[in-house]
């Protein structure tokens, strides 16, 4: 079946703007995350999704990211007042939700955000 | 708090070499251990997981590690390796967060070139 889907693949905004983040995660995954991957660096998470509910948003840096997963499927990422240091390449990833841990995330293709 | 340390950055070999990459991970609970590859221009994928059981993981596309709990450690290794193994590959670990997440906390990476 498809994989996890991420749009746009690259977004490029001024500093100041507003911007959102698309993920489709793999029908049937209860459990969404959000990562960023800066330069040189490996994905650092976000934030966690469990259902609609953000069950775990200790990694958004600062109160200008905020995450939704209205209807438990579909998330979207809002980065407001956009700053130079906010540029990385955001990743999601999905999968299912099974006691103890046990779960593997697949990954999505990440969107390139880059702040002018 | 969690953390993983990956000791080389960037590896060089030829075909047919054998290849090890270190790593080693601070947690202090249960742990699950993984290992992403990125080949270039694809996304994150799952080259193998340690969850339970024999210590000695086998993964795809010849890869296997050996979780060593007394030395923290999860290294990957494959015993000849090819051009088409040129990528980018992480080390992973999860826990439980007590927020409800099992997020995984990567390594900085290390990026594998391959010469024919």
């Known amino acids: 079946g498809a994989g996890v889907s991420q749009t746009p693949s690259n977004k490029v905004t001024e500093k100041g703007k507003y911007v959102e983040l698309r993920c489709d995660p793999i029908s049937g995954h209860t459990a969404l995350y959000w990562y960023r991957q800066s330069l040189g660096q490996g994905p650092e998470f976000l934030i966690y999704f469990q259902g609609t509910g953000a069950a775990d948003d200790s990694g958004l840096p600062n109160d200008r990211f905020f995450a939704v997963r209205p209807e438990g499927s579909v998330s979207t990422l809002k980065i407001q007042r956009t700053e130079r240091g906010d540029s990385a390449v955001y990743l999601c990833?999905?999968?299912?939700?099974?006691?103890?841990?046990?779960?593997?995330?697949?990954f999505g293709p990440g969107t390139r955000l880059t702040v002018l | 708090a969690q953390s993983v340390s990956q000791h080389n950055h960037h590896v060089i070999l030829s075909e047919a070499a054998s290849l090890e990459l270190g790593c080693n991970y601070s947690?202090?609970?249960?742990?699950?251990l993984f290992w992403y590859v990125q080949y270039p221009g694809q996304h994150l994928q799952l080259l193998l997981k340690?969850?339970?059981?024999?210590?000695l993981v086998k993964g795809i596309k010849g890869f296997e590690a050996e979780f060593i709990k007394s030395k923290f450690s999860f290294n990957l290794r494959k015993p000849s390796v090819q051009w088409s193994d040129t990528a980018e590959y992480f080390c992973?670990?999860?826990?439980?967060?007590?927020?409800?997440?099992?997020?995984?906390?990567f390594g900085k990476g290390t990026k594998l070139s391959v010469i024919p």
């Open positions: 947690y202090g609970g249960t742990v699950n």
């Open positions: 992973a670990v999860s826990g439980y967060s007590g927020a409800g997440s099992y997020q995984l906390t």
């Open positions: 340690y969850f339970s059981g024999d210590p």
């Open positions: 990833a999905s999968s299912l939700e099974l006691a103890g841990g046990g779960n593997t995330q697949y």
